[in-house]
């Protein structure tokens, strides 16, 4: 038995599934099954389905989530939030259910962050009211939750009440909970502001989702100014946390500020600051300006977007084994047509689980919106 085979085998906490060396396991993601899970007619009912978001839930079920545009394309405009459910680690997939409606209105709902908070056994979603300022001059960040792993939802609640109306949109993506100290328990969002407040902010919760507070934010330069091409405006975000406790956002470079790459920011204090000394350009993850995803493995980070500077095409999974430090020459192509936004997930239930990632992403031939497909990784080429 591989060295590799007998750490799986005898693997009793997967966090401490490590070689005896400390070096990390190696991985050789392979495509082991996918699914569209919406398909955009830009016509009827539904117009289009866009910013797919997705979670793993602590019972293990998938949720799958996206904006449900109901008249036309624009990222204004009226929609739902579509949800899909999967028992079986996205095998099948329960028929589409709408969460939220927003009416008739000129500037709906934004998609957004699904966070899962484990020691209470509780699902989030995190979405925009009037994030565009198109019929309305009051956005509003809403909350709905799950505590029956999604099959039931709560009604909409106003988190503006508590963090104010500035325009935030969350993710789009998922928020984290924190398993390390400091501040273990506490759930991030980071997500982006606009004029007059743009660049990256983050909301935490301390108390399971009922109270909210901004913490730390990377703010764009020229701050509250209109921004050319050039500037520095870091924008849409996913935040994951190390196992040092300190939180990583990997963000949108909107207006290639350095390069057409991504903005690292880190975090030491569970996402109050994230200090300028440790702000990177990571040109080594080369970005056309797009929802990208970031994920931390069983020692792996793990990144997907459409890897080229300044083209929605060549979905791609990267992944580093130092904290992202540096990037295995070796990636996996997922589909080299168009796509754009994109959002992984994984479960870390039981052995099982660790062999697992998911991704779902923006897809199609001609361009990217044409579905929504949903992608099964097994990390080890199928073998372990
Ligand atoms: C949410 O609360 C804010 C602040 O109280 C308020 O201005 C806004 O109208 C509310 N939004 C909705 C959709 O009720
Ligand atoms: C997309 O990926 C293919 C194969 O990996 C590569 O040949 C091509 O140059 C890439 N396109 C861009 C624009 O990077
Ligand atoms: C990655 O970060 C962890 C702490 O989160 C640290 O223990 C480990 O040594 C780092 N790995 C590398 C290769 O830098």
Request: hydrophobic share 35%; aromatic share 10%; with cysteine.
């Amino acid at each position: 038995m591989s060295l590799h085979g007998a750490c799986l085998v005898l693997l009793v906490w997967i966090t401490s599934c490590r070689l005896s060396s400390g070096e990390i396991l190696k991985v050789r993601p392979l495509i082991v099954g996918e699914q569209l899970l919406w398909l955009n007619h830009n016509q009827g009912e539904i117009y289009s389905y866009r910013i797919p978001i997705m979670a793993a839930t602590s019972r293990g079920s998938l949720l799958a989530l996206a904006e449900a545009r109901k008249a036309s394309s624009s990222d204004a405009g009226a929609k739902f939030i579509a949800l899909r459910r999967s028992t079986d680690k996205g095998r099948t997939w329960t028929p589409t259910k709408f969460l939220v409606n927003d009416g008739e209105v000129l500037d709906g709902l934004n998609l957004g962050a699904v966070i899962v908070d484990e020691q209470k056994d509780l699902v989030f979603v995190m979405y925009t009211l009037c994030g565009h300022h198109y019929d309305c001059l009051i956005s509003s960040v809403m909350l709905i939750q799950t505590s029956d792993d999604g099959v039931s939802w709560s009604a909409p609640r106003n988190i503006s009440e508590q963090v104010g109306t500035q325009m935030f949109m969350p993710g789009p993506g998922y928020g984290i909970q924190k398993r390390f100290e400091p501040k273990k328990g506490r759930l991030i969002v980071c997500g982006h502001g606009t004029l007059p407040r743009d660049g990256v902010y983050c909301l935490l919760s301390d108390d399971h989702g009922v109270k909210w507070r901004f913490g730390g934010s990377m703010r764009g330069i020229p701050y509250g100014q209109p921004k050319k091409r050039g500037d520095f405006t870091p924008d849409e975000s996913q935040p994951f946390e190390l196992p040092d406790g300190s939180v990583i956002v990997n963000s949108r470079n909107q207006n290639f500020y350095h390069c057409n790459c991504r903005v690292i920011m880190q975090s030491f204090d569970a996402s109050e600051t994230y200090p300028l000394d440790y702000l990177k350009f990571d040109e080594k993850l080369v970005d056309p300006a797009v929802a990208a995803s970031a994920m931390f493995k069983n020692g792996v980070v793990f990144f997907t977007n459409p890897a080229t500077p300044t083209k929605r095409i060549n979905m791609t999974l990267q992944w580093s084994y130092d904290n992202g430090t540096t990037w295995q020459p070796t990636r996996l192509e997922i589909w080299r047509g168009p796509s754009a936004y994109s959002s992984l997930t994984m479960m870390e239930r039981n052995t099982d689980d660790l062999r697992f990632i998911y991704l779902i992403y923006e897809k199609g031939y001609k361009d990217p919106y044409e579905s929504i497909s949903f992608v099964r990784i097994h990390l080890y080429g199928g073998l372990l």
